[in-house]
């Protein structure tokens, strides 16, 4: 049974970090292309970074390059998503996702909210 339960959201000021954590089961995050997205109040859902699966390349959303970095602990079966310089325009909930066969999983999301 696909799993995905993201941590790591909080409130935070412009110009600080946060690091987003997926903690994934049935299903193994070093062989699988995985993907963060988020969701602004009022807006749709947008990807934000995006890691492949066994050569582990990266993708990143022109607004979060340079500030964002996607990675993985394949011993923990994580992806996680540093998140540096933020600012209030990054403020949305995030889903990390997975695509396997035909289906997309989907995490519960966890709130990140940058303000002053």
């Known amino acids: 049974q696909v799993q995905l339960v993201e941590s790591g959201g909080a409130l935070v000021q412009p110009g600080g970090s946060l690091r987003l954590s997926c903690a994934a089961s049935?299903?193994?995050?070093?062989?699988?292309?995985m993907s963060w997205y988020r969701q602004a109040p009022g807006k749709e859902r947008e990807l934000v970074a995006s890691?492949?699966?066994?050569?582990?390349?990266?993708n990143y959303a022109d607004s979060v390059k340079g500030r964002f970095t996607i990675s993985r602990d394949n011993a923990k079966n994580t992806v996680y998503l540093q998140m540096n310089n933020l600012k209030p325009e990054d403020t949305a909930v995030y889903y990390c996702?997975?695509?396997?066969?035909?289906?997309?999983?989907w995490g519960q999301g966890t709130q990140v909210t940058v303000s002053s």
């Open positions: 996702s997975v695509f396997i066969q035909i289906f997309s999983y």
């Open positions: 049935g299903f193994t995050v070093s062989s699988s292309a």
């Open positions: 890691i492949s699966g066994p050569g582990g390349s990266t």
